[in-house]
């Protein structure tokens, strides 16, 4: 469903058994409360999807949270539209091109990143190029906003490290 309205219309008519809720498409929190008291009512359950959290919440019509379950991937996750970073769920907040470097690095953990990989990602993304030096401050920036664990340098490059 593309809209509020087609989430009511199915929750007023009961056409469904859960209802689905992805957090980060949606602005406005009104609607979404308005959603719940409509779900609540109809005896629909509640699934709730949080993409920057590791998490998945189930809720049932009584409030009560039936299972949390640890989605799978990693524990770093890059919304590259929105310029947002996240690690094990919490916010970090990073220059736009240390982003860059971190999606990328997150995207393919056991691919070597190296700058000339780095630039035919930057090439085919419309981005700026890197350089060593360039590379060598954004991997200082992402050891310091994750943990020194993350990134891990081989011989040829960098690779990324989940939790």
């Not at 957090?23 to 109809?42: E, K, R, V, Y």
């Not at 590379?135 to 906003?145: C, E, T």
């Amino acid at each position: 469903m593309s809209s509020e309205n087609q989430v009511f219309e199915v929750l007023g008519d009961a056409k469904v058994d859960v209802l689905g809720v992805e957090l980060a498409s949606f602005d406005n929190t009104a609607w979404i409360g308005a959603m719940l008291d409509q779900a609540q009512s109809a005896r629909i359950p509640v699934l709730f999807l949080l993409q920057e959290w590791p998490w998945v919440v189930r809720v049932m019509p009584d409030g009560t949270v039936l299972d949390r379950m640890q989605s799978q991937g990693s524990c770093t996750r890059v919304d590259l539209n929105r310029r947002q970073c996240f690690h094990k769920g919490m916010p970090i907040v990073l220059p736009w091109r240390v982003t860059q470097t971190l999606a990328l690095l997150v995207s393919d953990p056991s691919r070597t990143w190296n700058v000339r990989a780095f630039n035919l990602a930057a090439l085919e993304n419309g981005w700026n190029p890197w350089t060593d030096n360039v590379l060598k401050v954004h991997v200082h920036h992402i050891r310091q906003s994750l943990g020194p664990e993350h990134i891990r340098r081989v011989s040829d490059g960098y690779q990324f490290n989940n939790c």
